[in-house]
């Protein structure tokens, strides 16, 4: 069977170049040759540096644009303006200026925050446009315009199965569906934003403090809207430690029973409710393992999680994003499994005895170190870890050694990359691959590139490629596990009734993602034209069912304060921020 599957070729271009951030990624290096791949590090610090020189402005629309980009020319060279709109109809502006020192002039020219509500001012990259005051001021004509228009809109999911179903081939739907829903330049874009936020707020507390995103939102595998991890760290710069140097910082030891990072997560948190602009439902985790932070980043919609110091979690995530760009089929592949796992609710947006978008994504990563006919697509860890030279060396936090190839133009070619299965293919085989696997007594192990014998009894063992005593799916169930293997079994059947030629609603990636019975259903349940579907429990809410979506809870919610604003209230003081926020917010009635 998986040799007629292996006829479906399908003509692509080979290694990827047009990911977001890959923009840059054939470039001549110092000898002048041709350099395929760019490192993780170089893309990351190109991204901070970006919004180290950017600023987002919430504006009135779009229509705001030339008058923004007339009045920031005034201070500085603006390199881009980018438009987007939050789900709370709120339109901002992400400019990019020419250089940082050209973004610091255009911050000495802000205003300062309104004194009425007892706000205290702040310096963060998030700012709003003031309607001017008197006469307009003209500027010159630009030719310039905006570099996009709503940046960040979410797919119409109608749209995006009415292209599936018009495919050709699996392997074009695998393409489509990857293209559709991966992070966009914007809303990477804005992450880094949202970190820089941070670090703006904190340098002054912490020294070098760095707070870089970690996880999907830069491994290559996160689709628009997923969450956004943060790390915080604040090593000490190596010329720091020179003995050589004599005068030394009097520095704090943090005492007290709890661990010093839990007491410092704790003021982290304070210090995002209290100075962090369009940050809201702030929740403090600190009793785990790596303490955490979660809060939700209004203006931009990215729910956050921040954690301080797992630099491990930050070398897993540059070791998924090599091995996700070595290939051009590893991310639409990735992509669609992850997809499909969700539809059948293997995966959930909520912490469980279930499996996890990383585990599966690793399970991805495994299949394809497995050698086929025509050799392998990906090489096994152990490999890239032989390869690494003395530039390579990472330690992570507790010692841990984080030391892998970094730089693949020094990978040999014939060491990935060298099947010619199509996506179709491969995606067939994956389920294939684990409908036999032997989850009794077999673990995953991405470090030898084989199955290895499981440790322990857990029903499911995926080893940690960095710390390999480990299993990075322990949480998940006996139950859970044997859903799993139902699933697969389940998909591999539905592609394998692709073999007879016919074409219904839900064929190839459609029946595993949503089968047409549901999608009907759910054109049903559609309320509004924003896209959004209701789901089948909010139909048996006893809330009154206006008030029921998201937006209509703000605005009832806005409506009520601006209606308390208007009566004798007005000059009430605010205990709770949150209130005070949004009245803040409300009040800004002369935004341009
Ligand atoms: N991580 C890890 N070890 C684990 C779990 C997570 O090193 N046992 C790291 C990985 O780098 C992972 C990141 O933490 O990518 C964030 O974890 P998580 O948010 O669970 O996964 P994501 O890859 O970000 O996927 P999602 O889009 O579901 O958030
Ligand atoms: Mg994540």
Redesign the pocket.
Known sequence: MSVIFRTFKFNLHRKSVNTPYCKCFIFRNASGSPKKFITFDEVIAQRRAEARRSLVVQVNSESSFDELYGYCSKYSIVNDVHHYQNSNNEHYMLIEFGSEDSKREVLKACSAHQKSTDIMPVQSPFLWFRAASGTKEKFSNTKKSLAVKHGNSKVDEDMLFKELLNCESVSDQLLLLYNKTKLNDMDIRLRFMVARQLEAIFSSIYANVAIKP????V?G???MG??L?LVLTNTVAPEMMEASRRLVFQEKICEGGRSPWQRHMELVATLLELRAPGVARVTRILNARVPIVKYSHEMTDLDC?LCYN?T???Y??EL?WLLGTLDYRVQPLTFAVRMWARACSL?SPHPGRWI???PL?LMVLFFLQQKRHDGIILPSLNNLIKMAGKDDIRIAEENLNCTFLRDLNKLPEDSYGQSNDSLQTLLFQFFEFYAQFDFQDRAVSLNEGVAIRKPNSLPLYIV?P?EQV?N?SRNVSFEECERLKMEVRNAAWHLESLLDGKKTDDWGILGLLEKQTTRNLKKLLKVGNNHRLVSVKDLFVAETPEVNTKSDRISKTEQSIKDSLDSKTRNLKFKNTQVAKQVYRIRRNKLL
């Open positions: 970690f996880g999907s939102s491994n595998f996160g689709k997923c969450d991890d999680d797992n491990s979690g930050v897993m995530s998924l995966t996890t978008n990383f994504t940690n960095l480990l990075v």
